[in-house]
C-alpha cells in the first residue's frame, strides 16, 4: 500500500506511458471489438471454477443470458484501474523488488476449458534482506476492483481458509499459483500463497489493500476449482452454491433481483424452483 501510495505521488514517466499504451488497446478492444467476439461458453479462470452447476450449463453449452449492454463501461474501467496500479507499483516498489504483469500462462485445465489466461502481476524479492525469512522469492497478486462495500469486506475478511468465495477470487489466484507457466518461471510461486490486491472503484484515493491468501486457503480453492471443471455433463449437480452457501450466493449471482450476474441465473432460479435436476 505503502509502494502505490509512493508511486501515485512520484508517478515515473516509463510506467506511466505504458499504462497509457495499454489502456488505449483495452479502451479499443473494449468499446470496438467485444461486440463481435465469439460467445461460445467456455470454462475460464475467470467463470465456471466456483460453481458446479455452471460448470455443468458451460459443458453442456446452453444459452447465455446477455450481459448488460453498457457492462463495457465497467470493464474498461477496470482495465484503468489495473494499469495505473501497475504503473503506480512500478513507480514506488523499492529497490530490490521486481514486477512483472499481464504474464500469460497456461491454465492446466482439460479438454473443453481455457487452456491460457494471463496473471496480474508477480513480485519477486531480489534483495533478501528485505524478508530475510522469506522461504520463496516469488508472490503472485491479483487486483480486482471492488465497490466501497466490498473493499471494506475485504480489509476484514479472513483468508487463512476458504470461505465461500462466491466472487471466484481465491479459485483464480489458485489456478495461476499452480500454473505450469509460472511454477516453471517462478520456483516456489505456488508454496507462497498469493496476494488478493483491492482497488476501490468508488473513493480511488484510498489506495490499494492487499490480502495475503494463506497457501492453505489457495490449496482448499484448488481442490474445489478441479473438482467443479471435471463435473459431469451428463448429471446435474444440483443448486451447488445455493446449497452450500444459502441466499448469501444470490448477492454475487444476481438471484432474486439482487446485484450481481451470472449468465445463467434464469435457468438455476427456475430449476430451483422445481427442484428439478434431471438429466
Same mark, same amino acid.
Given at each position: 500500500?505503502?509502494?502505490?501510495?509512493?508511486?501515485?505521488?512520484?508517478?515515473? #514517466?516509463?510506467? =506511466?506511458? *505504458?499504462?497509457?499504451?495499454?489502456?488505449?488497446?483495452?479502451?479499443? @478492444?473494449?468499446?470496438?471489438?467485444?461486440?463481435?467476439?465469439?460467445?461460445?461458453?467456455?470454462?475460464?479462470?475467470?467463470?465456471?471454477?466456483?460453481?458446479?452447476?455452471?460448470?455443468?450449463?458451460?459443458?453442456?453449452?446452453?444459452?447465455?443470458?446477455?450481459?448488460?449492454?453498457?457492462?463495457?463501461?465497467?470493464?474498461?474501467?477496470?482495465?484503468?484501474?489495473?494499469?495505473?496500479?501497475?504503473?503506480?507499483?512500478?513507480?514506488g516498489l523499492p529497490d530490490g523488488v521486481n514486477i512483472d504483469t499481464e504474464i500469460s500462462c497456461e491454465t492446466g485445465f482439460p479438454e473443453g476449458c481455457n487452456k491460457m489466461?494471463?496473471?496480474?502481476?508477480?513480485?519477486?524479492?531480489?534483495? #533478501?534482506?528485505? =524478508?530475510? *525469512?522469506?522461504?520463496?522469492?516469488?508472490?503472485?497478486?491479483?487486483? @480486482?476492483?471492488?465497490?466501497?462495500?466490498?473493499?471494506?469486506?475485504?480489509?476484514?475478511?479472513?483468508y487463512d481458509q476458504l470461505g465461500s468465495d462466491c466472487w471466484g477470487h481465491v479459485s483464480q489466484l489458485s489456478t495461476y499459483s499452480h500454473s505450469p507457466t509460472l511454477m516453471e518461471k517462478y520456483p516456489?510461486?505456488?508454496?507462497a500463497g498469493a496476494l488478493l490486491i483491492a482497488a476501490n472503484k468508488e473513493s480511488p484515493q484510498m489506495g490499494i489493500w492487499p490480502r495475503h491468501v494463506a497457501p492453505r486457503a489457495i490449496a482448499e480453492a484448488r481442490e474445489r476449482t478441479l473438482k467443479n471443471i471435471h463435473v459431469s455433463k451428463d448429471e446435474h449437480p444440483g443448486a451447488d452454491l445455493f446449497d452450500k452457501y444459502g441466499s448469501e450466493v444470490a448477492f454475487y449471482c444476481g438471484a432474486s433481483g439482487r446485484k450481481g450476474?451470472?449468465?445463467?441465473?434464469?435457468?438455476?432460479?427456475?430449476?430451483?424452483?422445481?427442484?428439478?435436476?434431471a438429466k
Open positions: 500500500m505503502a509502494a502505490w501510495a509512493k508511486g501515485i505521488q512520484n508517478m515515473q #514517466e516509463e510506467p =506511466l506511458d *505504458e499504462a497509457l499504451k495499454e489502456i488505449d488497446i483495452q479502451m479499443r @478492444k473494449s468499446f470496438l471489438e467485444e461486440n463481435q467476439r465469439d460467445e461460445t461458453p467456455i470454462i475460464r479462470p475467470s467463470s465456471g471454477t466456483v460453481c458446479a452447476t455452471q460448470s455443468y450449463y458451460i459443458k453442456n453449452g446452453f444459452k447465455r443470458e446477455p450481459m448488460p449492454p453498457t457492462i463495457m463501461a465497467t470493464f474498461v474501467m477496470g482495465h484503468f484501474v489495473h494499469e495505473i496500479t501497475y504503473a503506480a507499483l512500478r513507480s489466461g494471463t496473471a496480474d502481476l508477480v513480485l519477486t524479492i531480489e534483495d #533478501e534482506s528485505l =524478508l530475510p *525469512e522469506m522461504e520463496v522469492k516469488h508472490i503472485l497478486g491479483d487486483v @480486482k476492483t471492488m465497490t466501497g462495500f466490498g473493499f471494506r469486506g475485504h480489509k476484514s475478511a479472513g516456489g510461486i505456488e508454496k450476474y451470472c449468465p445463467y441465473v434464469k435457468r438455476c432460479q427456475e430449476e430451483r424452483r422445481k427442484s428439478d435436476y
